[in-house]
């Protein structure tokens, strides 16, 4: 097998799990031309990754459908001896159906699952059953041509990043990533604060984020008497956000992006659930990790997959009863 395609447009958070699939088939595959196709703003999580020969890209806010008749030009004149698609919608479901690659492999709950060479079954667990993580779920797609042994996702910061990010860990410190893209996945502002008052005053605070979250990581600091506090959201890159959580001493995330970022380079994490539940199968998978929610039972809890723009039932229990000591408990245990 010499040229290998696989497929993740979604969220980046995603992606970042699909990494776990590029470990797996390099394993197998070592000498293999492995290729990713991302989203528009995520090709820097491949930046001189070792594993990784051509990031191919799609701008889904520019000529959206455009671009994606030009990425199906360009898939089909690579020939692909197998493509692999880790998405369950009918774009990415069009590219791999008409892919012209060899194999083709894919959800069975894609549209076009049913001109794929294998369709494989996605599912999600109950609370009841034992928690299936998306990795786990992404890897069937791969294990007949691979094995049954499960790895974790990985990112590879560059000595740049790593060299870059050293002048803000000369003190033991935390790395806080308060911002969700949805609402109700995101732990309450005035929460993060109260939080922080909490924290021991010896700690270093790290603030991280995209630029769309300085304001709101600016907002945070302004509030706090705690004077140990930067605002680096904007300021880092992906691979140099994973940098510098990685030697934190603790990492508070959300179920979003950040928390996947910790897993990658095995960085000790806490994810604060609000409104999703770690049996959904995303949850961190980092050495050393905390998953942090409400003690009470609501029987609006989880009001959905992926969250919502305001708490469905007014009141976003889920995430105000959550308690200052949960979160400080996990710090204790480092």
């Not at 701008?59 to 994606?68: A, E, G, N």
């Not at 998405?87 to 008409?98: I, S």
């Not at 050293?166 to 109700?184: D, G, L, R």
Request: aromatic share 12%; hydrophobic share 40%; net charge positive.
């Amino acid at each position: 097998m010499r040229n290998i395609l696989v497929i993740q447009t979604a969220f980046i958070g995603d992606v970042v799990l699909a990494t776990s699939l590029i470990e797996k088939l390099h394993l197998f595959y070592e000498h293999a031309n492995i290729d990713i196709l991302v989203r528009k703003g995520n090709e820097g999580l491949f930046q001189n990754h070792p594993f990784i020969h051509d990031t191919l890209i799609w701008d889904k806010k520019k000529q959206k459908y455009k671009h994606l008749f030009q990425l199906l030009g360009k898939i089909r004149s690579k020939r692909y001896d197998v493509l692999i698609n880790v998405q369950r919608y009918a774009a990415t479901g069009f590219l791999t159906a008409f892919s012209n690659a060899k194999m083709t492999i894919g959800f069975h709950n894609n549209p076009f699952s049913f001109l794929f060479t294998a369709a494989i079954k996605h599912r999600f667990t109950t609370e009841a059953e034992r928690t299936i993580h998306e990795i786990e779920r992404n890897h069937q797609l791969i294990e007949s041509i691979t094995d049954a042994i499960v790895v974790k996702p990985k990112l590879y910061p560059t000595a740049a990043d790593v060299e870059f990010v050293k002048k803000w860990q000369n003190e033991s410190y935390v790395c806080i990533a308060p911002a969700s893209v949805w609402f109700t996945k995101q732990f309450p502002t005035n929460k993060w604060i109260d939080f922080i008052q909490a924290l021991p005053k010896h700690l270093k605070i790290y603030l991280l984020g995209a630029p769309t979250d300085a304001e709101l990581c600016a907002s945070i600091k302004a509030a706090c008497t705690f004077n140990n506090i930067e605002n680096l959201a904007g300021k880092l890159s992906f691979l140099q956000s994973a940098a510098l959580q990685k030697l934190a001493l603790m990492n508070y995330v959300n179920d979003s992006a950040p928390m996947h970022f910790a897993s990658s380079v095995n960085a000790p994490v806490t994810a604060i659930y609000c409104s999703t539940v770690p049996y959904f199968g995303y949850g961190p998978l980092s050495d050393v990790r905390f998953m942090v929610e409400t003690t009470e039972r609501l029987a609006c809890r989880p009001c959905g997959l992926h969250g919502y723009k305001a708490c469905p039932e007014g009141h976003f229990h889920c995430a105000m009863q959550i308690s200052n000591q949960q979160l400080l408990a996990t710090l204790s245990e480092r």
